[in-house]
């Protein structure tokens, strides 16, 4: 065998999964803009519509929607993504669900990337 | 007065010129009208004879991955965007692969790089890009943002409009390894053929991903020039095609075509100076359809290929209908920068990378 000749490795699984969580602060209010309200009979589980801008919509796919808040990347390119609903149902952390970024290398493995964030 | 037949634009000097001039559909028809080209009613490609009905020195349509059942696959994207930062990672890798081959040039037996971000550091300094705005020595960020800006200038996506023809152009430019013009068949007009699979520290796997622009362009431009270090005996010349989509008539399966110069797929060439076309690939996307008109398409497009490309190992410059560029290094290297931002301010936040963990095959 060659020095530059690839070996792969069957059992190797999938390889490593590297995860990163971006919380931003609130943006500083425009003088008018509207209030946000308070939903008083929010369910434990439910996911409100989203309107307005989250802290992290700039930084998302699409300005206006702002909905693809967990990516999974693979050499840094993105080759899935889902929308707050996972951070608020599958991590649980419902209050994180508008300023939170969340990127993982590995497409495939949505609960690794649910497990690690829970234990890190 | 002279006897002698009138030299075709096929063998001027100046075909790459206007090649590389034309900005819509009606600079490259008149370069196509002026060219000897049987057009599709008068030769039909068949992958078991292609050479049937085929006229030599004239350029004949052929279909892109010698497969007359392409249209499916091009078609398949059907998203506008993403086909350019497919186009984006062949440049990343064209640029990875030329490092590679002058290293190897160097030293035959050098190790293959382990992954794309391993090749992009030893071969061009670069860290994770979204490393580089947290690193706390000033001189050494300093110097890595000069890098990023000098490597930035050899992958570029630029995007016009012609108010006159209401068309948008693309183009794809890297300054990479390029193509010998007689390889141009195989590999940047091949469909689900690659030699990327036993190189790890190349990206792509599939080898069709940009190919999906072809269907939103009423034409594409493709020219592509070897480096010179790694040309292998072979012809120093800038290969080039067009590629349009037929439709033939009487029958429901039109196919996406190129121009090729001979029945096994081989594209023409031209020879020209380094200085007119330097090493590297152009894709140059004609009358190209993003779905939206005027400035909201370069607004989508930084944000669209910054979250495609949401991490990419290499940066590039986006050209969206300014003279000036938008250095693209991904939207995590922009929240990075925006977490140095708070974190310097003191404003609350969190910007927490997990330790990097083996994943097995059983969850």
Known sequence: MTANTAVLDPTAGFGSITIQVVVLPRKVEKPGAPIDEITLDQEPDEVLPEDGASPVTSYLERPKGGKLCCVFLVNGQRHDGLDNSFIVQQLGFKYLRNPTCLTSVNPLKRAETRRVVRTG | ?363
């Open chain 2, 1 to 363: 007065m002279s006897d002698k037949a009138p030299v075709s634009l096929l063998e001027q000097p100046r075909l790459l010129s206007l090649l590389l001039e034309a900005k819509t559909t009606s600079d490259l028809g008149q370069i196509i009208k002026s060219l000897p080209i049987v057009d599709e009613s008068g030769y039909t490609w068949s992958a078991l004879d292609p050479s049937t009905g085929w006229q030599p020195g004239r350029l004949h349509w052929v279909p892109v991955g010698r497969d007359r059942g392409n249209a499916g696959r091009i078609q398949l994207a059907g998203e506008p965007y993403n086909p350019h930062a497919e186009r984006l990672i062949n440049g990343m890798e064209a640029l990875i692969e030329l490092a590679r081959r002058l290293e190897l040039l160097k030293d035959p037996q050098a190790t293959m790089p382990e992954s794309p971000r391993d090749a992009v550091e030893r071969y061009f300094g670069l860290p994770r890009l979204d490393s580089i705005p947290r690193i706390s020595d000033k001189a050494k960020r300093r110097a890595l943002e000069t890098q990023l800006r000098e490597m930035r200038k050899k992958l570029t996506l630029r995007v016009e409009f012609s108010k006159k023809q209401n068309e948008f152009i693309v183009e794809i430019r890297d300054h990479g390894i390029g193509q010998p013009a007689d390889r141009i068949h195989e590999t940047l007009l091949s469909l689900g053929q690659t030699d990327k699979a036993d190189k790890p520290y190349l990206i792509g796997v599939f080898g069709q991903g940009g190919s999906s622009a072809y269907a939103a362009s009423d034409y594409s431009i493709v020219l592509s020039r070897r480096a010179p270090e790694c040309l292998d005996g072979k012809a120093d010349a800038v290969g080039w095609t067009v590629v349009k989509k037929v439709i033939p008539k009487g029958r429901r399966d039109p196919y996406y075509a190129y121009l090729a110069t001979l029945p096994d797929g081989r594209v023409p060439s031209i020879v020209a100076p380094p200085s007119q076309f330097p090493h590297g690939t152009l894709f140059k996307h004609l009358a190209y359809d993003f779905g939206r008109q005027g400035s909201a398409v370069a607004r989508t497009l930084y944000y669209a290929l910054n979250h495609v490309l949401f991490n990419p190992v290499l940066p590039y410059d986006l050209y969206a209908m300014k003279a000036d560029p938008d250095a693209m290094n991904g939207t995590a290297h922009r929240l990075a920068r925006q977490a140095r931002r708070l974190e310097l301010d003191r404003v609350k936040h969190l910007y927490k990378p997990f330790q990097s963990q083996p994943v097995g095959n059983a969850l």
